[in-house]
């Protein structure tokens, strides 16, 4: 298995434009976090999915970001406009089941700049 | 407020002694406490689950411990080595502590030989 697979590694991009991250969970897999890391303050969930439908997007900054999983291998994490203070590593992680103690499969993650 | 408090700072040791690591947290109260282990440029990778009601679990080198009432779990690898080095993420989830994972910062263990 090839695990959770983000892309891009790295992205680079200027204030004002538009970024869209990607990610493919483990097949089977049945639930998908989006995370977001920074020195200040670590590891924060931004949006988690169950079967393909938003459960909790409390974890969005603003609504400049928007996340969705059109089907059970592909989720998009976008934020438009972007602005400095988005620059942070985002991960995707999913979970074999619907029991949300279980253990978390992280992909290697996304590192946003914004200029 | 709720916090989950690690050490921000490195701990260092020598190979072959046991680091141990701790997780505090403050006005929660959860069902499970999960660790994580994270490498430079990597996702975290999933190491061990405890529950509220199990004491101490052991998995290889690794042994984690539940304290409920001090509100604190301990993360001990014995026989420590150089490949142990990364950074060490605790993370609480159910009772108040919510229905999600969340975090800690996370404590960086520098393994010496």
């Known amino acids: 298995d090839a695990g959770v697979i983000q892309s891009p590694r790295h992205e680079v991009t200027e204030m004002g434009q538009e970024v869209t991250l990607r990610c493919k969970p483990i097949?089977?897999?049945?639930?998908l976090f989006w995370y977001r890391q920074t020195m200040m303050r670590g590891l924060e969930l931004l949006i988690y999915?169950?079967?393909?439908?938003?459960?909790?997007d409390s974890g969005m900054p603003e609504d400049r970001f928007s996340a969705k999983m059109p089907n059970a291998s592909f989720s998009t994490l976008k934020i438009q406009p972007s602005e400095p203070r988005d620059s942070a590593v985002y991960f995707c992680?999913?979970?074999?089941?619907?029991?949300?103690?279980?253990?978390?499969?992280f992909g290697s993650g996304t590192q946003l700049s914004v200029l | 407020s709720q916090k989950i408090e690690q050490n921000s700072e490195a701990l260092n040791i020598q190979e072959g002694k046991t680091a141990t690591l701790t997780c505090n947290y403050t006005?929660?109260?959860?069902?499970?406490l999960q660790w994580y282990r994270q490498d430079p440029g990597r996702g975290p990778v999933f190491l061990l689950l405890?529950?509220?009601?199990?004491k101490e679990k052991r998995k290889e080198r690794l042994k984690v411990t539940f304290d409920t009432t001090l509100k604190q779990s301990l993360f001990h690898i014995t026989a420590s080595q150089p490949a142990d080095s990364a950074t060490y993420l605790c993370?609480?989830?159910?009772?108040?502590?919510?229905?999600?994972?969340?975090f800690g910062g996370g404590t960086r263990l520098m393994v010496k030989p």
């Open positions: 992680a999913s979970s074999p089941g619907t029991a949300y103690y279980e253990k978390l499969f």
């Open positions: 097949s089977g897999h049945n639930s």
């Open positions: 999915f169950n079967n393909n439908v938003p459960i909790d």
């Open positions: 006005n929660y109260s959860p069902a499970y």
């Open positions: 405890i529950r509220e009601n199990e």
């Open positions: 993370a609480l989830f159910g009772g108040n502590a919510g229905n999600m994972l969340t």
